[in-house]
């Protein structure tokens, strides 16, 4: 089933210039990509994005990481794009990620990861429609 998910190439990605790479890879996969932008976030924007993890002790790291340089926004369709994002992102700690995967090749930490990507297509769902309009999605 064609789906949309939401990744981000975070501000580690970004600064180390791998943001071309990383987009051939997803496009290697069959990922069209059907909305991005160039952004920087605001701290009450990031606040925003990851308020699920607001109780958690990452929260505030997460969120100063996350507005310290600019990221890639970008919604991704294909059939079951949500799972398929997932195994080639791989696992959220680069040195615990599958050989090959994205954190694998471009992460440095758990929290320099290169990469976020949408958990769930009800996550996704809420992801996409926090940075794009439907008018975006072409």
Not at 22 to 51: N, P, T
Not at 88 to 104: Q, S
Request: no cysteine.
């Amino acid at each position: 089933m064609r789906e949309v998910t939401l990744t981000i190439l975070k501000p580690d990605t970004v600064a180390r210039r791998r943001v071309g790479q990383i987009i051939a890879r997803l496009e290697e996969e069959g990922f069209e990509i059907v909305a991005a932008r160039r952004i920087k976030l605001s701290e009450e924007q990031a606040r925003a994005f990851y308020a699920v993890h607001k109780e958690k002790p990452f929260y505030t790291s997460l969120v100063a990481f996350m507005t310290e340089g600019p990221v890639w926004v970008m919604a991704l369709a294909r059939d079951n794009a949500v799972e398929h994002l997932r195994k080639v992102m791989g696992a959220t700690d680069p040195a615990k990620a599958e050989p090959g995967t994205i954190r694998a090749l471009h992460g440095t930490s758990i929290e320099r990861n290169a990469i976020h990507g949408s958990d769930s297509l009800e996550n996704a769902r809420i992801e996409v429609g926090f940075f794009f309009s439907a008018a975006d999605l072409v």
